[in-house]
């Protein structure tokens, strides 16, 4: 038989092959090199070598594919195929070893280089043998040869491995509860798949279409996917999916402009493609590092909002301790000052005895300060506890009235108390002692100090399904910016230090919480600046 | 210093592909040991080829 076929030059030029053969197996090379040259670098020793093998393996089965489509010689056929299909498997473990390495993040064990030697033994035996490439087809002028069950056997050592790292993924899918982990093992796996099937749709496709030249494409896909690989990896540490997924997404544009102003003949689409890949160039750049900055001011956000709840726990617990301190040395010296006044340690001269009095009562309020405080602190921990029982709030509040009624006598004040008749008992379901104290007590003898001349009247009625209680004053009023602050921690009114200097501000802070842990309303209206104002809490009935 | 021992693993790999395509280089180039075929009735079929597997070390 005469075939016309060229005699290639140094393996590799000649006329023999279509010009998208170069086009397809150059880039690919040129591309597995400058990965190489840029992972060997940045990425880790363990995925490095698998990398390695994948790359190094690559590079040869594509120069050995170039020789067997430019070259004539039957010697070279014979001895390049037979090479090309040895290195083959080592490509798919060298991929199937870098997902293992990055799944587990570990070197890989004794036992799976074995694994990966004993499933290479039966291609080295067969290669040798000529069961790879069993001969020569000179039935026509392709340049064939016959390929032999080491062929095939290199086909199932690829199937398997293909089959393993799906069935892996999806255990570690069903198993790995952090979102994203399996992110990380998804794109991983898509990647390495993709890899495979660049390869695979290379190779076989033109088996089945008959177009052996279009398939090359896929030749290009194999090292853009091993890039993809090398970046998820080189990202490992911080890896952040939305940076990844435009990264990716900018790349594949670029790739896909790139690719039209070389497929395209059209003049005016050329021009169209060209314009759209300078517009796309300043876009592109914009978009990722707009994104990595965004991304990168959250990570720090979420770093210093962690740290500021460390800070604000440990200042918790020192303002706790300090707290404690204080009321208790306050406490002390109460049980001493009031010892000094009631004449326990001997008699007193009236002189001393006023200001141990005063003393006596600053320090009582001091601690009752303190208290509050640390009151507060505990209710916004939640660490206080709450026995409920049923009372009858009546009873309650006439008790509270008639406690501060001293109080109000003292600064010349009205204090009227009114319930009108439920028909039955006042009866709600609470923790009757803290309602009592820190709820009602305190907006009575909130009112009281706010109110320097007239009246406060306390109410309770029934209505519309609810126990109402409310404490109107005629006293200096709130304004409408002292409102958004007055049930918050520490929230004083803008002057109400002037009217009462030991305000601490955590007084209606405690009978919110309080009010509406058992399942009460609390709030309060005004009319304005000295227009006095009305406390109203309300329960279900 | 000690080396690691993937080294030891990298080198029989190596060395195994280093002689299987040593010997197909010289099986090819030196002693031209492969058949030519001008049709696919003439080729071994999967069985004959199995058979040589098996008893290569006999060969």
Known sequence: MMCEWDTAQFLIFSGNGEPLIYYSHVTSILIFVALLGFTFRRLKEWPKNSFRLIAFGYIVWLFCDLILWANENIDHVIFFWTVLSMVEPLIFIGAYAY?????????????????????????????????????????????????????????????????????????????????????????????????????????????????????????????????????????????????????????????LLSSLLFVDNASYQIYANIMAFIIMIPLGYTLVTGIRKEVRTRKQLQQLTGELEVTNERQEVLMHFIGHEVKGTLAKDSGVFAAISEGDLGPVPEAIKTFVDRALVESRVGASSVENILKASNLKKGSVTYTKEPFDLKELVAGVVEKVKVMAEQKGLALIFTAEEAGALYTINGDKAKLGDNVFRNLVENSINYTPTGSVAVSLKKENGKFIFAVKDTGIGITEEDKQRLFTEGGHGKDSQKVNAHSTGYGLFIAKQITEANGGTIRAESEGEGKGSTFTVEFPV | MSKPRRDVFVLLVLSAYILAIGVTFVRVYVYHAYPIYSSQEEMPNIAEQLRTLIYWPLL
């Open chain 1, 99 to 255: 997902f293992l390495q990055f799944t587990k993040n570990k070197p890989l064990s004794l036992q799976v280089k074995w694994f990966f030697f004993i499933l290479l033994i039966p291609t080295l035996v067969m290669g040798p043998l000529g069961l790879t490439v069993i001969g020569f087809d000179f039935s026509d002028c392709d340049r064939n040869a016959w390929e032999g069950i080491g062929v095939y056997y290199g086909y199932f050592v690829e199937a398997l491995l293909l089959l393993l790292i799906i069935v892996k993924t999806v255990v570690r899918l069903v198993y790995t509860k952090d979102n994203l982990e399996r992110i990380k093992l998804s794109m991983v796996s898509l990647g390495i798949c993709l890899l495979f099937i660049g390869f695979l749709v290379a190779n076989f496709l033109a088996t089945f279409t008959g177009d052996y030249v279009t398939s090359q494409y896929g030749h290009v896909a194999v090292p853009i996917f091993a890039a993809f690989l090398a970046y998820i990896t080189i990202k490992y540490e911080s890896f952040e999916p939305r940076i990844l997924l435009i990264d990716t997404l900018v790349v594949a544009l670029f790739i």
